[in-house]
Structure formats: structure tokens, C-alpha cells
């Protein structure tokens, strides 16, 4: 929107910012025009109103209360650091312990009795001794022949 | 000595950034009246202007590293106020559009056209000065805001919301003209202590 000379003058006489030149054009207008100058007033009136129904202030003992908030966030912060923490530990802590475990797999598997050549690699992994149905009941079989010996 | 008991902006800056609560706690007192005329200018006196008055502060201590002195500290945080005032009016037509109660909204209306200024106290009469500024839009509001009532001049007003000055200008005309319009009634009819 295309102000009109007059209005720039009234907005600036508004701010209270016109030159002296300016301030003399104003005053002839207005002489010129009072209905020019009623509209002056009337917008200098509002402007006072307005300046006049400002808030100040938030209620009593805002600052204690964006301190309160402060410390909350920055208790929060730190929370939240904490936890990224344990995450980050957690994660290093089960790669190291699968580490662990696959060598320990390895291990047993290279290590596992070779002549047994039937056994699951399960079993291998987790170093279970060679075990079947024959093979339980030979050394069932075994157990008890044993014990019958040393009992005589 | 009396340097300590009324620091300048400056050495309140100096001593935050060292982690100086107190120091934190003065410069919130100092500009506590600036930003509340801002923020309940633009978003009436209500609880969550409040919030956003302590989400200023809080913004600002947190990057106070960015406040390089350019421009005073109370222009920097009237920016601050002033942004974040108009992204929570937007925050609140988004939600108006979802849930319309104009209940309210009609009773404020009869009360401005009602002509019974005579009977309203001071404060009521405040209240609806604040209701006729929440009529205008939040970009025509902000000058307001800042033209009357932070009393910045226009091309301060201009520097802060970042536009050019003649845009100042012009919303500045229609918002009065619509502010005149809104308050001539009491204006005329009602005595305020200015």
C-alpha cells in the first residue's frame, strides 16, 4: 500500500521524528485541513492507549522460575548424556563378548576329537563330549561293569 | 564498587559464560519488563505466554555464544521474543483451525460495540486494548508491538523483523487505522491516567 505524503508526515510526527521542515509542512496542512488534524489526534490517542495497556511484567518471581526450568534442562542434559553413556558401554561390552564366544567356538571346534567324525558342529561349538545312543549305552554298559567289578 | 552491585550488560555476559547463575538471575530482572510487553503484547496475557517468556531466556543461555554484540541485548532478545511470539501464533491458528470456539470471541466482540465504557475498570479496559491488538494479523501486531510499545523507532522496527522500512510503514498505517477504529469509543468516553 502507497502512502499519501500527508500520512507519512502524520506516522512520522507519530514517532516524533519529523524535521523542521517537515514539522512546518505538517502544521500548514493541518491549518489547511482540520479534519487532517482531528485524524492526527485521534491516532495519536490510540497510540497512547496502546502504550498506555503494555504488560510489564509476568507474574511474581518469574527469573526463580526460568532458573527452576534451567537447572530442570540442564538436569535433563545430563540424563541424557548418562544414557547415551550406557548405551555406548553396552554396545561395546556385547561386541567384545560375541568376540569372545566365536573364539571360544572356534577353539572347540578345532580342538573338538576328530575321530568322531559324525558329531553335529553344534556340539563341536559348545564342546559337548561325543555322544550317541550306542555310545550312552557303552558307557552305561561300562559304568556298570565297572561297579560290579570293584563290589566284588 | 558500585560497578558490582549494578553491572553493565557486558560483565553480566562475562560472568554467565562462566557459568554465573546470579549473574544470570540480574540480567533476567533487567529485561523482564521488555520481554513481557513483547511476548503478552503479542500473545495476551495468558499461561503460555509465560512459557515462551522463559523459553527466551533459556534460548539465550544456551547460545549465548552467538551473541556477538551486534546490536544491544535488549533489541537481541525483543528479536528472540518476537519470533518465537509469532511462531507460537501460528502454532495456535493451526490448532484454531481444528478446534473453532468462538464463543469467547463473540462476547469480547458485543463488549467493544456495547458503548458501556464507563463502567469498565482500568483493567478490563486493558484487557480489551490487548483483545483489539489480538485482532490484528501477527505481522501487523508485531509492529505495533514494537512501534508503540517498545517505542522502537521504524527503522529499528525494520531491523528487527528483518523487512524493508517502507513495509514498516505501511502496516504500521493500517494497523492504527484499524486500532483507531477498535478504541475510538473509549477514546472519547473513558478518562486512563497516561
Same mark, same amino acid.
Given at each position: ?152 | 564498587?558500585?560497578?558490582?552491585? @549494578?553491572? &553493565?550488560?557486558? $560483565? *553480566?555476559?562475562? +560472568?554467565? %559464560? ?5 549473574? =544470570?538471575?540480574?540480567?533476567? #530482572? ?52 518476537? @519470533?518465537? &511470539?509469532?511462531? $507460537? *501464533?501460528?502454532? +495456535?491458528? %493451526? ?5 473453532? =470456539?468462538?464463543?469467547?470471541? #463473540? ?63 505501511? %502496516? ?23
Amino acid at each position: 500500500m502507497k502512502l499519501t505524503y500527508e500520512r507519512e508526515l502524520i506516522l512520522k510526527a507519530l514517532e516524533d521524528n519529523l524535521s523542521a521542515e517537515e514539522s512546518r509542512r505538517l502544521q500548514s496542512l493541518f491549518e489547511a485541513s482540520p479534519k487532517l488534524k482531528e485524524e492526527y489526534n485521534d491516532l495519536l490517542n490510540t497510540q497512547q492507549m496502546i502504550a498506555w495497556a503494555k504488560y510489564d511484567s509476568f507474574k511474581p518471581y518469574f527469573a526463580d522460575r526460568v532458573l527452576k526450568r534451567l537447572r530442570g534442562e540442564t538436569d535433563s542434559i545430563f540424563s541424557d548424556d548418562f544414557y547415551i553413556s550406557l548405551v555406548h558401554n553396552f554396545y561395546r561390552l556385547a561386541f567384545t563378548v560375541l568376540l569372545l564366544v566365536m573364539l571360544l567356538g572356534s577353539y572347540n571346534i578345532f580342538s573338538a576329537d576328530n575321530t568322531s567324525n559324525d558329531q553335529p558342529v553344534i556340539e563341536s561349538v559348545i564342546a559337548l563330549p561325543p555322544m550317541s545312543v550306542i555310545n550312552t549305552n557303552t558307557t552305561i554298559l561300562n559304568y556298570k561293569v565297572f561297579n560290579n567289578e570293584n563290589t566284588n | 564498587m558500585s560497578e558490582s552491585h @549494578n553491572p &553493565s550488560d557486558k $560483565e *553480566l555476559l562475562e +560472568r554467565i %559464560r562462566n557459568k554465573d547463575e546470579g549473574a =544470570f538471575r540480574l540480567l533476567i #530482572e533487567r529485561y523482564e519488563s521488555q520481554v513481557a510487553a513483547t511476548v503478552l503484547g503479542m500473545l495476551g496475557n495468558r499461561a503460555d505466554a509465560e512459557d515462551i517468556g522463559q523459553e527466551i531466556f533459556i534460548r539465550f543461555y544456551k547460545s549465548i555464544e552467538q551473541f556477538r554484540g551486534e546490536s544491544s541485548l535488549g533489541t537481541y532478545l525483543t528479536r528472540i521474543a518476537i @519470533n518465537l &511470539s509469532l511462531n $507460537e *501464533l501460528k502454532r +495456535r491458528e %493451526r490448532k484454531n483451525r481444528r478446534f473453532l =470456539f468462538i464463543g469467547d470471541h #463473540e462476547e469480547k466482540e458485543q463488549l467493544f460495540q456495547s458503548g458501556e465504557t464507563d463502567e469498565l475498570e482500568q483493567k478490563e479496559l486493558r484487557e480489551l486494548i490487548q483483545e483489539a491488538i489480538n485482532k490484528l494479523k501477527p505481522e501487523f501486531k508485531a509492529v505495533v508491538i514494537l512501534r508503540m510499545i517498545q517505542d522502537y523507532s521504524t527503522n529499528e522496527t525494520a531491523e528487527i523483523l528483518n523487512i524493508p522500512i517502507g513495509t514498516v510503514l505501511s %502496516r504500521y498505517s493500517r494497523a492504527i487505522d484499524k486500532l483507531k477504529i477498535l478504541l475510538t469509543p473509549y477514546i472519547k468516553n473513558h478518562e486512563i491516567n497516561l
